[in-house]
């Protein structure tokens, strides 16, 4: 067993979420957000209370950060506690191998790709637009329909500011498919509609499926403030929809981000906007995730989502969103905004917290469904709070209509305001199946819930691994605990902690109320 070597030190002022260390991937646990209920803890304290114990240095793919509570009653005692179950990672898709016949090494070639709409292109370095004012390759009347690799390289400080619709790289796409870009630093206003980092508008007809593969965006969209409206905006893609008249024609996006901040505020509406994409129909999303925050200000426009505003007979697997959003108008949740017709969230996060006007949710603001197009979630939770000014709110889902919704092992912790609240949903029919799914009774503040839909938990038990293996959850495959076996004990005043499962380095942090910070290094 290695010793441990603590150093205090004094924080000049007590602020929420000292956390010193860095996590440049995976989900943080709920419990290492701002804790504003610790007991602050005095320098010299015989007891040590409230305090939080964290790896350093841990680099996982998200969403499988591991790190233990702790709990000192007083010097020589320990309990150690689990957090709630996050999702394992999954695996990446190939590389598609796309076609390469036209290079591209400057931001003049880039802007050549509208000469030929059908070329396949590819970049040979990293290009800078500073300076340039882009124009949105494909429009109203012209799609581009070729292919784009971008080896892995990047397109910085992309502009539009003339306020346009479909203002993106590719304005508007029909059949194309694009990889290993990353888009950083975009700044784009749209006008009216369809706009996002990557493609504004995406039509899908029968033969002209879209592809997008490891394809990531940063920046800021906004809303040009001279216009009233801004429809289907999304920090990677607009919309995504089936041309008038087709059915059998799909998009597939594979191993995409994006952390775009979308700015709606001023007067004026902003409907369907999502922090990765706006609207989508007919359309797979595999391992995505959007990490931006989402503003409104003015209470109107409807359906906003931490990772897509609309949704109807899409696939979601692997996906989560981390963002917040602000002001909006309702049917506004962390993950989807509404409707979400037909649609299926497998193995699905939002932890962002959510402000709006009506029938909110943490993961959802409105599902409807009906026979031949149900709603179904599996293995997703829910984290952030949500506030609604008027009507119905919920921690999970915040509306849930004609009694064709299913869900299976999911739950949530937020805690739901409004004037018609739930715990896990707010209104949700009563035929709706269910079937092990939970929310926190004391982080969400709620005893109840709509229809008796969920079963409600204090956080120890919420807490508690085999609470769920023993109704079928899936923790070797699907799920992770990081409850572990490990031990805080003290031993003649020396500290020694015994490393848990999957750790990566033997560096520890633990957090003494809002004033002190200890490390934990092991010597040998």
């Known amino acids: 067993m290695k010793k441990l070597i603590i150093i205090l030190l004094f924080a000049a002022t007590a602020s929420a979420s000292l956390f010193l260390n860095s996590f440049n991937s995976g989900q943080l646990g709920k419990d290492l957000k701002s804790r504003h209920d610790l007991d602050r803890t005095s320098m010299g304290s015989e007891e040590l209370s409230n305090i939080l114990i964290r790896p350093q240095g841990m680099a996982f793919k998200r969403p499988g950060t591991e790190f233990v509570e702790s709990r000192l009653t007083s010097v020589g005692t320990a309990e150690v506690l689990g957090d709630y179950p996050t999702l394992r990672a999954t695996t990446a898709q190939a590389d598609p191998g796309l076609t390469h016949t036209m290079a591209i090494s400057n931001v003049t070639e880039l802007q050549e790709m509208e000469d030929n709409r059908a070329g396949n292109y590819y970049l040979t370095c990293n290009i800078d637009a500073s300076g340039v ?35 993106s790289l590719l304005g508007n796409v029909l059949g194309a498919s694009v990889a290993n870009l990353t888009l950083s630093d975009v700044s784009i206003v749209g006008e009216s509609h369809f706009t996002g980092a990557l493609a504004g508008h995406v039509y899908l007809y029968e033969g002209y499926d879209f592809y997008v593969y490891n394809c990531h965006s940063s920046g800021t ?68 995730y959007a990490t931006g925050s989402l503003l409104n200000g003015d209470y109107t426009g409807t359906q906003w989502g931490g990772f897509i505003g609309r949704c109807e007979s899409d696939t979601f697997n692997y996906c989560y969103a981390t963002g917040s959003i602000e002001g909006g108008g309702g049917k506004d949740g962390g993950f989807f905004g509404g409707e979400a017709p037909n649609c299926t969230f497998t193995k699905c996060s939002a932890t962002g917290d959510v402000d709006s006007k009506e029938n909110a949710g943490g993961f959802g603001g409105d599902a409807i469904s009906s026979l031949t197009e149900p709603v179904t979630f599996t293995d997703c939770y829910a984290w952030g709070d949500v506030s609604v000014t008027d009507d119905t709110v919920g921690g999970f889902l915040g509306v849930g209509t004609d009694n ?39 982080t969400s503040g709620q005893e109840t819930t709509s229809n008796d839909i969920g079963d409600g938990h204090i956080t120890t038990w919420m807490k508690t691994k085999t609470n769920y293996t023993d109704v079928g959850w899936d923790f070797d495959d699907i799920w992770y605990s990081a409850y572990t076996a490990s031990t805080l004990v003290n031993v003649s005043g020396t500290v020694r902690l015994i490393p848990f499962e999957f750790s990566v380095s033997e560096a520890y942090v633990i957090e003494l109320g809002h004033e002190y910070i200890s490390f934990f290094r092991t010597t040998p």
């Not at 882009?134 to 892995?152: A, H, M, Q």
Request: charged fraction near 15%; include cysteine; hydrophobic fraction near 25%.
């Open 133 to 167: 004012e882009w124009d949105p390759i494909g429009t109203y009347s012209s799609f581009f329909t070729g292919t784009l690799d971008g080896c892995g390289y990047t397109v910085s400080n992309l502009t539009i500011s003339s306020g346009v619709s479909y203002a």
């Open 221 to 288: 969209i906004s809303r040009d403030p001279t216009e009233a409206t801004l429809r289907e905006s999304g920090g990677l893609i607009g919309t995504i929809e089936r041309y008038s008249g087709q059915s059998n024609c799909f998009a597939f996006i594979y191993d995409s981000s994006s952390s775009c901040d979308l700015d709606h505020t001023g007067d004026g509406t902003g409907w369907y906007s999502g922090g990765f994409v706006g609207l989508a129909r007919n359309t797979t999303f595999q391992n995505c």
């Open 404 to 442: 064709y919704i299913t869900f299976t092992n999911c739950y949530s912790v937020g805690a739901p305001t409004g004037t018609t609240s739930g715990g896990f949903g707010g209104i949700i029919d009563d035929n709706s199946i269910v079937a092990a799914c939970y929310w926190d009774t004391e």
